[in-house]
Each structure stands twice: as C-alpha cells, then as structure tokens.
C-alpha cells in the first residue's frame, strides 16, 4: 500500500517557481490564491485539479475521497496558510487582468508493498 504525503512548497506567481519538474512518486498541483482565499475553497479547487489531471503519474488507486483524506491530515490548516497569503494583494471577487497569484503543492508517495514475497532477495 502506497504512503502519500502532501506538501505547500510555495505561492508565489509561476514564473518565481523554482524547482517545479516533478521527479518519479510525484506530481505538482498549482491553484490561484488570494489573500483571503478559504481552506475549504482550496481543498475544493485542489480536488478538481485532480479530477481533471490527465498525468498518468498519479497512481490509479488514489480515488478522490483517498484525496480528500489526505487533504484533511496534511493540509496546512494553521496560521502557515494564512501567512503565505498575507502578501497577495488581491482579494476573492477583486477585478484583476493581470497573472494570477498560485498555490503549489507536492503529493509524493512511496511504493512500499505490504505484501512483499521477497523470497531470493538478499537481506
């Protein structure tokens, strides 16, 4: 059975993302942000930014209430979400023409089999 973990690694605008090529056992989710956007509005949006990925990385057994699960043990639900959105200047509803300001996010996973048979291989 696969251990997933999810992870803020920045908000920022997309040009200022650093280090965003996902490496194997993860993909990288992106969605706008403002200063006061809700938890359970970013849950919501990272929930169809899984339904409507087409990345062929993401493991067929994660099914959206496994998602949803893990969204609701790992989110950032303390006053780190709220710090990293202090500092956008644009508020849900505000008219804006411009780049959109975005949350990223890292779910990685590990491949550890529980029912390993690992007759033959060296201990």
Known sequence: MKTYSFDLID?????????HH??????LFG???RNNTSTASAKASLVDELLSSCDERIPEEL?????RDILNEQFPLTSTWN?????????EG?????????????????????DCDCE????
Do not use: M
Not at 11 to 19: G, I, R
Not at 63 to 67: A, D, E, G, I, L
Not at 94 to 109: I, K, M, N, T
């Open 94 to 114: 505000d008219e804006f023409e411009g780049e959109e300001c975005y949350a990223y996010f890292v779910l990685s996973w590990d491949n550890e089999e529980a």
């Open 63 to 67: 099914t959206t209430q496994n998602f």
């Open 11 to 19: 908000v920022c605008l997309p040009d200022y993302l650093n280090d």
């Open 120 to 123: 033959g291989e060296d201990q």
């Open 22 to 27: 996902n490496r194997e056992n993860e993909v």
């Open 31 to 33: 969605i706008p942000v």
């Open 83 to 91: 710090r990293a959105l202090q500092y956008i200047d644009l508020a």
